[in-house]
């Protein structure tokens, strides 16, 4: 393809021949091709494999229990619920930490002590 106007520090205009005409195309830039063996992909070849497993069987056994167990759905039920009922629970605030309790200290426990900078 020829470069247009642009040098190679803006990217190049390429023209790109359509069945319906032209299309002009810019191409800022482009990545290397990356070479990695089978034994450099194996891990990521096998966790896609078994991502893929597991997907299939979690949808063949959601398949076989409602065909087994479904009785009746009426989706309408879970319209009535309100929102928060499926809203993720609120992560815990950062604030304050708790206050000490008001039980007394388990027996043998060392009693504060006054000292030059003061009790404890």
Same mark, same amino acid.
């Given at each position: 393809m020829t470069s247009l106007g642009y040098?190679?520090?803006r990217g190049r205009i390429e023209p790109l021949r359509l069945s319906s005409g032209l299309a002009i195309v810019w191409r800022r830039g482009s990545l290397p091709a990356i070479e990695r063996s089978v034994a450099q992909e194996a891990s990521a070849i096998? #966790?896609? @494999? #078994? %991502?893929? %497993? @597991?997907e299939?069987? %979690?949808k063949q056994l959601l398949t076989d229990l409602r065909r087994q167990r479904l009785k009746s759905l009426d989706t309408q039920l879970l319209e009535d619920l309100p929102d928060a009922t499926f809203a993720p629970a609120p992560a815990p605030s950062r604030? +304050?930490?708790? +206050?000490?309790?008001?039980?007394?200290?388990?027996a043998g426990a060392e009693t504060p002590q006054p000292g030059e900078r003061g009790t404890r």
């Open positions: 040098g190679s520090d096998r #966790t896609v @494999l #078994t %991502r893929e %497993r @597991l299939s069987a %979690r604030g +304050l930490p708790p +206050l000490p309790s008001g039980h007394p200290a388990p």
